[in-house]
Structures are given as structure tokens and as C-alpha cells.
């Protein structure tokens, strides 16, 4: 089994092999092996767990993506005005090294949100990002951004570092686990969920079941925190968008999530007109001809309706089927050449083949016929930063940003 299907089948997570090979260099200089076969070959489970580390570990800062913060507050103090007595529950998974629960437990203190009233548990899979997390001190690096106001009210300046005050921790539980593996409903359902940046480490299916956990450990009414290139699929599974700037905030349905209904088929063909019978013949004593067989018209070729087409292609690559998503795929761009969503499903089949350079140009042909798809930029954005060209991920990133936006608004404005 490869290096690759091993972290795949012990953390769910889908990586590139481009990922993969970088972590794996990096654990090879540590360990002064110098054969890659050899370092696969005689993976210990100690040095697994060290390598998973390096891939489970993302960067992060305090109050990153702070909209998704204010809109969190928001909806906490709504829950706390509706159901008087009451307190909220609040679950931030993968919590890497504390920033992300931690910034929430600023925010509503902030708004004058009473500590008695919510509780923050922060799950991670990483042992060591958890220690830090609990030690809760930090670099200048988890600072970001003009507004640092927070640090002068929540820290405390301890040589280079800041230390988190004792009042924020201790309104933070953090636990290792497995959100596809632990129980983590034990104690309750949550009010508000973050999971951001999560599912585009994960196969579909992978995706699928993660979401499926996350429906079961979020509270009727409750609201998802997902990350920018993650709401498409979260849509797909029982979630619906809410209508937040720049929160991407998702709501699930009171009901479980349904298994995808099937695609719409093709109107069928209206039923051909009788053929009218033949005319007698006008003079009986015409000469007698032996006759000929009567030589059918060729049927019209089906009209291809290209909407049912890509939706049940969108269906074959969600379960796997790849080869016949990309088939149906170039039959509608035979008879649409600029069909956009035809090319970002062959982007799709590509990506999970592990032909990444073929699903970038895919992608790449998509927002050309379609500037504002935004799965496509989503895609686009994460592969930039896979190959570590951080200002072209971030460019995708904030136009992706952009088109959200746009559909959020134009959403809005088209209510009642």
C-alpha cells in the first residue's frame, strides 16, 4: 500500500501527490534516509504519526475570515434572546492550534455575550497542535491584519510571544478526535459548528460522510461555518446557503440528509403521427408493377438535452463513476462546444484520476466560457496553493470571494 493510500486510510484525507512527496522529503531529512523506497517500505507507526503531523497542521490566525465571526455572534445572541436561561454550545473542528475557538470566545465576550452562557469544545487530530493550542501562547504570525486591538485586551506580552489570558482558555475544551471516527455528540448536539477548509482534503464519498456527521452533531436551526470552496458541497448534501456576507454560513435541513435524488431524464420523444395510408391507385387498367419494399426515412437523431445530460454526469462523478461522467461530458460539448459546466465536471474526473494538470486546464477552459463559475475558481484557487503559488491562490481566491457575493446580493435583492 502506498505511502498516499496509507494517510488516506487512517485520516480520510485525500491529498496530492504533490502534498504527499513534500511532507515526505521533508520527513526524510529529518530522518537522514536518503531512498524514498526504503523510507516507504519501513514506516513505522511512530513515524506515520509524525508525518501525518506535517499534512494535518494548516496555518492559522486569529480572527481569520473575521466575517464568519461577527455573523457567528449574531446568530449566537438571536439563539440566547429567543430561549432566555438557556446557553449555547459551540464546536470548532479541526481546531489546529487554538486560534479559531479562541477567536470566537473573543467575539463574544466583546459583544457582551456573559461567559456563563456559551461553551467552545475544539477538536483536533493533531496531539501536538492540541498542546499548543492549550498552552494557548503565540507568534507575531497569529496577529494579522490592521485591527489588533484583541491582543491588547485578551494577551499578554511574554518576550516575543503573547499569552492568551486565563479567562479566554478556560472558556475553550480542547480533545483529540476524528470527526469521521470519535463520537463527538456525546455530550449534545452544537448551535454553531465551524468546520472550514476541511472537505477539500476529502474525497466525495469521503466528503459525503464527514458532512453526514457534522448534520448529526449540528442542532435544528443551528449554523455551519464552512470554508469558501467547501458550500457547493455541502448544498449537495443536505445543507442549504445562508445569505451572510462573506461568512459563508450554511443552515442543514430538520430532516437527515437524503441520498441524492436521481437526475431528471430526457423528456421522451412525442409519439410519431400515423403514417397515412397510401392513395389508390387512380386508373385500374395502370399497368401491374411488382412491388417494391417501401423504404423507411432514416429517424431524426435524438435531440441531446444537454441540462439533463450534465446533471446526471454531475451525479456519476459524485458516485464514482468517472469514466461515464467524462463520456457524457463530450457527447454535450460534440453539440455545445462552450457548455462551461461540461468542462468543470472533466475537471472533476481529471482531478480524481490524478491527472491534476489536465483538470487545470479543464477548469481553465470553464471560467473562460463562464468567468463567474465559482466551483471552478474554488478548484483553481486550491491548486494554486498546492504548488505553492500563494498570490495566484489568493487572486482566484478573493474573485471566487467576489462571485459569492454577487449571488448573495442579487439573491437578496430578488425576495419578496
Not at 77 to 96: N, T, Y
Not at 236 to 253: E, H, I, P
Amino acid at each position: 500500500m502506498s505511502i498516499r493510500d496509507l494517510v488516506r486510510q487512517q485520516t480520510g484525507l485525500d491529498l496530492s501527490a504533490v502534498v504527499i512527496d513534500r511532507a515526505v522529503g521533508r520527513r526524510m531529512a529529518e530522518c537522514g534516509e536518503a531512498d524514498a523506497s526504503a523510507y516507504a517500505a519501513n514506516i513505522t507507526p511512530a513515524e506515520m504519526r509524525a508525518l501525518i503531523e506535517l499534512l494535518v497542521v494548516p496555518e492559522s490566525w486569529m480572527f481569520r475570515d473575521a466575517d464568519a465571526f461577527s455573523a457567528a455572534v449574531a446568530f449566537v445572541q438571536r439563539r440566547l434572546a429567543a430561549s432566555p436561561g438557556r446557553s449555547v454550545r459551540i464546536l470548532s473542528v479541526p481546531c489546529a492550534g487554538g486560534e479559531e475557538p479562541y477567536s470566537m470566545a473573543m467575539a463574544l465576550r466583546d459583544a457582551g455575550v456573559a461567559p456563563a452562557l456559551f461553551r467552545i469544545d475544539a477538536i483536533d487530530l493533531s496531539e501536538v497542535a492540541l498542546q499548543r493550542a492549550r498552552r494557548g501562547r503565540y507568534t507575531r504570525n497569529a496577529f494579522r491584519g490592521a485591527n489588533l486591538a484583541f491582543r491588547e485586551r485578551y494577551f499578554t506580552a511574554v518576550g516575543n510571544e503573547f499569552q492568551i489570558n486565563e479567562e479566554v482558555r478556560a472558556q475553550v475544551s480542547f480533545s483529540q478526535g476524528n470527526l469521521l471516527a470519535s463520537d463527538l455528540a456525546a455530550g449534545g448536539r452544537y448551535d454553531v459548528v465551524f468546520c472550514r477548509n476541511l472537505l477539500i482534503y476529502f474525497d466525495e464519498p469521503t466528503a459525503a460522510a464527514a458532512i453526514a456527521r457534522l448534520h448529526a452533531l449540528l442542532a435544528d436551526g443551528g449554523v455551519l461555518f464552512a470554508g469558501y470552496a467547501e458550500v457547493p458541497t455541502y448544498c449537495r448534501y443536505g445543507f442549504s446557503s445562508l445569505r451572510v456576507a462573506n461568512a459563508f454560513a450554511l443552515q442543514k435541513a430538520v430532516e437527515a440528509p437524503a441520498a441524492p435524488a436521481p437526475a431528471a431524464r430526457a423528456p421522451a420523444a412525442p409519439a410519431r403521427p400515423a403514417r397515412p395510408p397510401a392513395p389508390r391507385a387512380a386508373v385500374a387498367a395502370a399497368p401491374q408493377r411488382k412491388p417494391q419494399p417501401q423504404r423507411q426515412p432514416a429517424p431524426a437523431p435524438a435531440t441531446l438535452d444537454a441540462g439533463a445530460a450534465l446533471a446526471q454526469a454531475r451525479k456519476q462523478a459524485d458516485q464514482g463513476d468517472h469514466a461515464a461522467a467524462a463520456a457524457a461530458c463530450k457527447r454535450v460539448l460534440e453539440t455545445a462546444p462552450d457548455a462551461a459546466d461540461a468542462y468543470f465536471i472533466l475537471g472533476l474526473t481529471s482531478e480524481c484520476s490524478g491527472d491534476l494538470p489536465a483538470a487545470e486546464g479543464y477548469w481553465r477552459r470553464c471560467v473562460y466560457l463562464k468567468p463567474d463559475h465559482y466551483e471552478a475558481l474554488c478548484h483553481l484557487a486550491l491548486l494554486a496553493r498546492e504548488r505553492g503559488d500563494a498570490a495566484q491562490s489568493d487572486a482566484l481566491r478573493q474573485r471566487a470571494a467576489r462571485v459569492y457575493q454577487r449571488a448573495n446580493d442579487g439573491a437578496r435583492k430578488g425576495r419578496p
